[in-house]
């Protein structure tokens, strides 16, 4: 996988490979072929998904965690990302490149990559797609999501046809990562569309993949089927013949199927039915911390949140550990700021906001709110503190996150309303600024730039930042630590950075969610973890 930017999260699908893209939606039987003992070839694992995919070109995609995954199975990367950013930033084995190497100065960084490796449909991989996909990254026209990765990439230069070179503006501790970020796309077959028609341009009618799977089906809604593609560099693997995505928008639907045996993988376990699948004998629970954090966004442009004392009294108001514990079940911890403590970067001096509600009405008090009628709400100047807290229609967790919240809050004399909203809409409600509050979920990059979620937005460019925070100061510090060639430096950097957004509290950090991924216990190799449920989906293979 390629570490994008943030992302809110879904999805996942039943068929054989066919002969041409004009028969692609025709399916075929289910069928399970469990093997002798140690890795052998063959069968199919079905996988539950939530949501049905919208495009199989990455530069296209809203940046779906979901459709995310069904993508690194079709392209390739020039280099895996591995699970070691607890430690540093994460570092990288080959895939598409062999071998890589900066030159003296660091500003030049050269890929030789495989010469074997080709597209579906034959034709050679080379370095002109590497460089055909770097443009498509940088042009506006086709506006992908993550393009501000690329920032500090001048241009990318072929060599020969499986040597190139990447030309940085500066030297930073992310060139590799910036250089690897996104898939590789075909230029011989989608350089036929132009920039300016991607974003209406149906690519799985002009499909041309080159991962360890290829599309065999797609019936919209229903499933998607992949078939591992006999030209894959890494023969005789995957071991696997399909990966088939069954489109099963309720969760609970998910678990009944897994139970039944006609699901093999549930990549999302709500933490309330995890001990029904510790339970059960033919069933696995893989548990890790994954990079989901969830938060209550206060819309800092409003007036009643404007007051970072208010924010602060807020979050000191909440209950946030007994919420954490009531809703996830000991599979999620409480979170501190706004770099998982999981990751490297982390500043692990951070105080924990305690459950004070008495220094929380001190601080409602100094910012001006009172209950001066004697009513049980606060007020100031005529103003009741009320305020809607948004959240998505269909998230039982988050509803009962709500009702939490707005129990505690009331014990202050504000008046919380939860509204469900439906989740399209809750996502434009968020960006245009539509909110009081709402209940938001992250899943963080690997990659520690703040610039996009932290930085004052400037009008006309992207920004994640939603809830409309600003503060000069630390829009300077993530300047200078953007820019900061040694990541120790850079750790000092993030660290004043953290502690002036913990002070400021612009959000109300809750939780950081363990994933739970169930799987048939009869399903061996697989190596799920914070880098991907399918990291190593080479390897998979089915025992008796």
Request: net charge negative.
């Amino acid at each position: 996988m390629t570490a994008r930017r943030r992302t809110l999260s879904a999805l996942l699908a039943a068929a054989a490979l066919l002969g041409s893209l004009a028969c692609r939606r025709t399916p075929v039987p289910a069928v399970k072929e469990p093997t002798g003992e140690g890795p052998q070839p063959g069968g199919q694992v079905v996988v539950a998904a939530l949501a049905d995919i919208t495009t199989l070109n990455e530069y296209q995609s809203s940046g779906d965690a979901g459709e995310a995954e069904v993508i690194d199975l079709l392209f390739p990367a020039l280099m895996v990302e591995q699970p070691d950013y607890q430690l540093h930033p994460p570092s990288f084995a080959p895939r598409l490149a062999t071998s890589w190497e900066f030159s003296a100065d660091n500003r030049d960084l050269t890929f030789h990559l495989r010469p074997d490796a080709r597209w579906s449909d034959g034709t050679p991989v080379t370095a002109e797609d590497v460089r055909f996909t770097f443009l498509a990254q940088k042009d506006p026209r086709v506006d992908s999501v993550g393009m501000e990765i690329k920032d500090f990439i001048k241009d990318v230069e072929v060599v020969d046809p499986h040597t190139v070179r990447f030309h940085f503006s500066r030297v930073y501790p992310y060139q590799l990562m910036d250089a690897n970020d996104g898939h590789i796309v075909p230029a011989h077959a989608w350089g036929k569309v132009p920039f300016d028609k991607w974003r209406t341009t149906d690519f799985e009618k002009i499909l041309v993949t080159g991962g360890p799977f290829r599309l065999a089906a797609h019936i919209p809604q229903q499933t998607i089927v992949l078939q591992r593609d006999p030209t894959y560099w890494n023969a005789p693997r995957p071991y696997l013949d399909r990966l088939v995505f069954r489109i099963l928008p309720d969760m609970a639907g998910q678990l009944a199927q897994l139970f039944a045996g006609d699901v093999d993988l549930v990549p999302s376990v709500a933490p309330q039915e995890a001990d029904r699948v510790v339970a059960d004998p033919d069933l696995r629970l893989v548990e890790y911390p994954s990079r989901l954090w969830g938060l209550v966004g206060w819309n800092n442009r409003r007036s009643m949140f404007a007051d970072r004392r208010v924010r602060r009294a807020l979050s000191l108001g909440i209950n946030r550990k007994a919420l954490v514990d009531t809703v996830f079940r000991g599979h999620a911890k409480l979170a501190t700021g706004p770099v998982l403590s999981s990751m490297w970067a982390f500043d692990r001096s951070l105080p924990q906001l305690p459950y004070d509600q008495a220094q929380a009405a001190a601080l409602l008090a100094q910012a001006g709110w009172r209950d001066t009628n004697g009513d049980g709400i606060l007020d100031r100047r005529d103003r009741v503190f009320a305020f809607d807290l948004l959240y998505p229609a269909a998230n039982t967790l988050r509803r009962q996150m709500a009702l939490l919240i707005q129990a505690d809050l009331a014990r202050l004399g504000i008046k919380v309303r939860p509204v469900q909203v439906e989740f399209t809409s809750l996502i434009s409600r968020a960006e245009a600024g539509d909110f009081d509050a709402v209940l938001w979920v992250w899943e963080e990059a690997t990659k520690i730039d703040l610039t996009s979620t932290w930085s004052t937005p400037s009008p006309g460019q992207g920004s994640n930042n939603f809830i409309g925070y600003s503060n000069p100061e630390v829009d300077r510090l993530i300047a200078v630590a953007r820019e900061e060639p040694d990541y120790t430096r850079a750790k000092v950097l993030l660290d004043r950075i953290q502690e002036a957004i913990v002070a400021d509290q612009p959000v109300t950090f809750l939780y950081e969610a363990n994933r739970l991924v169930a799987t048939s216990r009869r399903l061996e190799g697989a190596d799920i973890n914070a880098a991907g449920v399918f990291f190593n989906i080479d390897d998979w293979y089915w025992s008796r």
